[in-house]
């Protein structure tokens, strides 16, 4: 990313943002509501247009469109709730063209929610956030982006999240964004 600026009308919201991040980084952002963390998620995932700026995704001589396909994110958790895990994993392995028997058994183990059968609303705010993670890693990419992942959660299911992008990061390139409590990206960001 390089002197990307991106405005809301007259609203600068991201100014001449420059940044390397490189695999095996987990890389956390820290900012006040409203300070365009979001925003950024947004622009890189291509949800946002950019004004000026370079920016480049994925390895060398990967296009725009061939970077993008390599990221898997959380941002928000919209399922469909009277579905379980399973069921709307499913839904989104249809969407994404993505096998689903072994990719979904595959995903839920990692995130722990392998075996359980009860309807996404009535699951815990633990267990929406870990669902929507299971969601990001479909398909295995090679980045993952997690808009405040521990958003809403007790401390225990703080340090669930924040022990499950540990181990993630063995596997993808991570970027947190966690402004609620700023003390679970103390333990984990490289940068």
């Known amino acids: ?98 096998k689903e028997k072994s990719e ?14 009860k309807k996404f609303r009535q699951y815990s705010l633990g267990m929406k956030q870990r669902l929507g993670i299971a969601n990001a890693i479909l398909g295995n990419p090679e980045i993952l982006i997690l808009d405040e992942p521990t958003n809403g959660l007790d401390p225990q299911g703080i340090a669930d999240i924040r022990k499950l992008v540990q181990k993630l990061n063995e596997e993808y390139l991570i970027y947190p964004h966690a402004v609620h409590p700023p003390i679970f990206l103390l333990g984990i960001p490289d940068t």
């Open 104 to 117: 979904i058994d595959r995903v839920l183990k990692i995130v722990g929610l392998d075996g359980v059968k």
């Open 1 to 98: 990313m390089n002197r990307i600026s991106k405005s809301y009308g007259k609203h600068k919201v991201l100014e001449d943002v420059t940044m390397d991040i490189y695999k095996g980084d987990i890389f956390g952002l820290i900012g006040k509501n409203g300070a365009g963390k979001t925003t950024m998620f947004k622009v890189i995932l291509g949800l946002s247009e950019f004004e000026q700026g370079e920016l480049k995704i994925g390895d060398e001589g990967d296009s725009m469109e061939e970077g993008r396909k390599k990221i898997g994110f959380l941002i928000g958790s919209n399922f469909f709730p009277y579905m379980n895990a399973r069921q709307n994993l499913q839904y989104s392995c249809r969407m994404q063209g993505i």
